[in-house]
């Protein structure tokens, strides 16, 4: 099985890839969902949360107030880097159960689509490459102001809390550039896929 990391700027188009990658045939791991499943109620990235930043991060039906914490780490770097140390352990250990399930279902290509793929410590090493999608500082602002509601100021503190697409581009094998069309987007990523071994 070949393990293909996804990675990209925040709103640069990641989960447009990985769609189009699943119509390819590849199987998606997808990193925002195992962020997601690992602070439900029940879950001990949420006791994590509620130890480290208090109550107040819970709503009154005991789901984590995402909005409240987001507010929190995106304007304190102490506080986002105590958060990611809590729980990237718990979204490792996930990807890692999801890429052995992979290879147990007869997968020929894993695609692991994580934000912070080249951020977390050991990961970028568990895959056989790692592509990048990227598009123009002034594209992903808009992309990130229309999609998700964020002002110009909350968008840009989003991007900053990444590491920087130059860094991305030294680390990864491949660069999606994503600043077309999608038609555009479909052909680099056929042209890629036909490098892969599968
Ligand atoms: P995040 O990092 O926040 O998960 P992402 O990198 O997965 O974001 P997408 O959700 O794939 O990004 O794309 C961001 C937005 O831009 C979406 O609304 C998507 O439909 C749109 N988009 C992506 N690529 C293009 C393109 N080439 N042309 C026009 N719109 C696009």
Do not use: Y
């Not at 990807?95 to 912070?116: F, H, I, K, S």
């Not at 840009?156 to 920087?164: L, M, Y």
Request: proline share 4%; aromatic share 4%.
């Amino acid at each position: 099985m070949f393990v293909l990391g996804l990675t990209g700027g925040i709103g640069c188009g990641k989960s447009t890839v990985s769609a189009h990658l699943a119509t390819l045939g590849a199987r998606i791991l997808d990193g925002d969902r195992v962020a997601r499943d690992v602070v439900q109620p029940g879950e001990l990235g949420l006791a994590r949360i509620v130890a480290r930043f208090g109550t107040e991060m819970l709503l009154p039906d005991g789901q984590l107030d995402r909005p409240r914490l987001g507010q929190l780490v995106f304007a304190d770097d102490a506080a986002r880097l105590d958060l990611n140390r809590l729980l990237h352990p718990l979204i490792l250990d996930r990807l890692r159960t999801g890429v052995r399930q992979a290879r147990q279902d007869a997968v020929t290509v894993c695609v692991l689509d994580v934000p912070l793929l080249l951020e977390m410590a050991g990961l970028a090493a568990e895959c056989d490459a790692v592509w990048t999608v990227e598009c123009a500082p002034s594209t992903q602002l808009s992309r990130l102001v229309a999609r998700n509601g964020l002002t110009q100021e909350a968008a840009a503190a989003r991007v900053a809390a990444q590491w920087s697409a130059e860094r991305r581009i030294a680390a990864a094998m491949a660069v999606l550039d994503n600043n077309g069309t999608l038609a555009e987007l479909h052909s680099r990523i056929a042209h890629l896929w036909q490098q892969l071994p599968h």
